[in-house]
């Protein structure tokens, strides 16, 4: 919105230029977030507290959780809504990717907010049915997937990548591109959904991987960047770089109060929309498997699990004190804050290695 009237204005004064910038307008998207989240945070934690939408705890969790009964969740509408209003306010609306990224968002934000509510509504952990959360998810997921694909307008839009290998580019067929980016998009908001299981151990994780993706959208966008990187260049991939500024300053100010003890949960709300807007905007970047080396710990959550289950079907016996990982480590004696920190830190070296790969092919 404000990027066509800075456009409009800049007909008269020549000023009005700069706003063209994608760098500049990163930059005030991941400010206007962040001062939503911080203006909005507060009224928002009144309103959830004043109609006693507090967060129901796992009977079968850590005992230390249990304290934990009753703070305000749903938490993530606040994330949801500063990003979305950042992006309307910084972003070229005219760009398809800009919208894919935004309605992905929002649909999985809208089957989290369905879960949280019958959480909320019924006094219990439950929530939405496992099958109908996924069909949803899948639902949306190949509707994500079969638009990329009949509107790519490159090759570039549907070849995979593999990183740290210059020459290594891999075309996919129609039926593969839809099924890879359906396992991503769902994959990885089934992935954030599991590792929010302890104060602001899912949205700093988060906040890191978008800012990184952001740097890999605004280069695959840029034409010169691109080719000194030999990476693909993806024409208009770089107007989603406002939107991973906005996810950035909208997870810092949710952040704010979040960070442990925490005031507000972000629920399934929050969990499932990011985890999916990380794995869309993989997508368009063609970085799918950046994605899975930058998220290792949601990948390590994600993979706790299913070896937890698979193991305790096929042999009796639990690998670990309790899936997810991170309550493993709990219940091994570590005191939250310490999980959660190490966890982010692992991340950081993470996302380190995968902007390295923009270099090192």
């Known amino acids: 919105m404000l990027y066509w009237l800075s456009e409009y204005f800049s007909t008269f004064y020549s000023d009005f230029h700069v706003f063209q910038y994608i760098t500049l307008r990163a930059i005030l998207g991941t400010v206007t977030a962040l001062l939503i989240s911080l203006i909005l945070g507060p009224l928002m934690i009144r309103k959830l507290s004043s109609n006693q939408i507090g967060q129901s705890v796992r009977e079968d ?8 009964a009753g703070t305000p969740t749903m938490g993530g509408g606040l994330i949801l809504v500063a990003i979305a209003i950042s992006t309307l306010l910084w972003a ?8 894919i990224v935004l309605s992905v968002t929002l649909l999985f934000g809208l089957i989290g907010w369905i879960d949280d509510y019958r959480k909320v509504s019924l006094g219990n952990s439950d929530g939405l049915s496992a099958k109908h959360k996924y069909f949803w998810q ?39 591109f839809v099924l890879l980016t359906y396992f991503v998009i769902v994959g990885t908001s089934n992935a954030v959904n599991l590792t929010d299981g302890l104060d602001g151990l899912a949205i700093m994780p988060t906040v890191l991987v978008g800012g990184a993706f952001g740097i890999f959208a605004y280069t695959t966008g840029h034409v010169n960047f691109a080719n000194y990187l030999a990476i693909p260049y993806i024409a208009g991939v770089g107007e989603v770089t406002i939107f991973c500024g906005a996810m950035v300053g909208a997870g810092l100010g ?38 899975f080396i930058m998220g290792g710990v949601f990948v390590m959550e994600t993979v706790s699990v299913i070896l937890q289950v698979t193991s305790f079907k096929l ?22 804050p310490r999980v959660i920190v190490r966890f982010w830190i692992v991340t950081v070296v993470l996302v380190l290695v995968g902007l390295a790969t923009l270099k090192i092919r």
Request: net charge neutral; hydrophobic share 50%.
């Open 92 to 99: 070229d609306l005219s760009n398809r990717f800009v919208w």
């Open 315 to 336: 042999t009796g016996r639990r690998i670990f004190r309790m899936a997810p990982l991170h309550h493993h480590f709990e219940l091994k004696g570590w005191p939250e």
């Open 254 to 291: 949710f952040l704010w109060f979040n960070t442990y003890p925490a005031q507000v949960f972000m629920g399934d709300v929050g969990s499932l929309a990011i985890g999916a807007a990380l794995g869309v905007i993989a997508v368009i970047v063609r970085q799918e498997l950046v994605l």
């Open 61 to 68: 969790g850590p005992e230390s959780h249990f304290s934990k």
């Open 138 to 176: 899948s639902i949306f997921g190949l509707g994500a997937a079969v638009v990329l694909l009949m509107t790519a307008q490159s090759d570039a839009e549907t070849q995979l990548i593999v990183p740290f290998f210059k020459n290594i580019i891999i075309d996919l067929s129609p039926l593969l």
